[in-house]
């Protein structure tokens, strides 16, 4: 959610090469963006005129057969559905909160690629939710979306480095990391997913970020799964980024989780 469309699609679009088309999806503006290489990446879009003041950021989808399923499952595992499900362009969706508090959405609907498949500069390439107890994270997030009914081989969640990571076909593409958040002032720290966009070279990007109106908010360091920084544009939504080259031990990180009933995240939307 942005509330100027067009500074966001400035900043994103210097920042990863994001070419924009307008999209029907929703009651406000709404664009979809795509690659260098033409694949479609993340919806952006405004609110409706409804007069509330919404916060900037990015919001982390999941794919489902059913929202209405989904979101059945969320709340009986103690989640809150705020929005939905209800029709949104093609398909339909909903905005959900898990016990902790950290946001996601649901979309059921058509899918334009398994993205975590590889890292491709300016599309996502790893997600990260920070939460009180990346455990019972886990338990809920895996009760909604039904990630052991994939099987291993399809849906895999393994504890490693420190924070539970769930695994699509080989792939880790999410990781869920426990801590004291739930008192922090910071945003940045509350719980929340965090997505991570491939680039080229994170010291350059991070750079530009700044040059660009936006800010540093964890300067590049290196992890498991290769150098990476976290940033915010210039109305404060928070991005991180993610270097195309994975960490020289072999630690994978890619994007996505999910269901399909349970596993393939959707896109990513501000």
Not at 224 to 231: C, E, K, V
């Amino acid at each position: 959610m942005a509330a100027d469309l067009e500074g966001a699609q400035s900043f994103y679009g210097d920042l990863f090469g994001w070419r924009f088309r307008p999209s029907r999806h929703g009651h406000g503006r709404y664009t979809i963006a795509f690659t260098p290489d033409g694949a479609p990446t993340v919806g952006m879009g405004t609110p409706a005129a409804t007069g509330a003041i919404l916060p900037v950021t990015w919001t982390t989808y999941f794919a489902a057969d059913s929202a209405d399923e989904i979101a059945w499952r969320a709340r009986e595992r103690g989640g809150t559905v705020a929005v939905g499900p209800l029709e949104f362009g093609s398909g339909r969706v909903a905005w959900a909160a898990d016990p902790d508090g950290a946001v996601f959405g649901v979309w059921e609907g058509e899918l334009s690629s398994a993205w975590w498949g590889e890292r491709r500069p300016g599309a996502p390439v790893w997600l990260e939710l920070r939460t009180r107890d990346a455990f019972e994270a886990a338990l809920f997030y895996g009760h909604v979306f039904s990630w052991d009914a994939q099987g291993q081989e399809r849906c895999d969640v393994r504890f490693e480095h420190d924070r539970v990571v769930l695994h699509i076909d080989g792939k880790a593409v999410a990781g869920l990391r426990g801590g004291a958040l739930e008192a922090a002032p910071d945003p940045n720290v509350r719980p929340r997913w965090h997505v991570y966009f491939c680039v080229d070279d994170v010291d350059r990007a991070a750079a530009q970020a700044a040059a660009l109106g936006g800010g540093i908010i964890s300067a590049p360091a290196d992890t498991p799964y290769g150098r990476i920084a976290a940033l915010r544009d210039p109305e404060g939504g928070l991005f991180s980024i993610a270097a195309a080259t994975e960490a020289a031990d072999g630690a994978e990180a890619a994007s996505g989780a999910g269901d399909s009933a349970g596993a393939g995240l959707g896109d990513v939307g501000t």
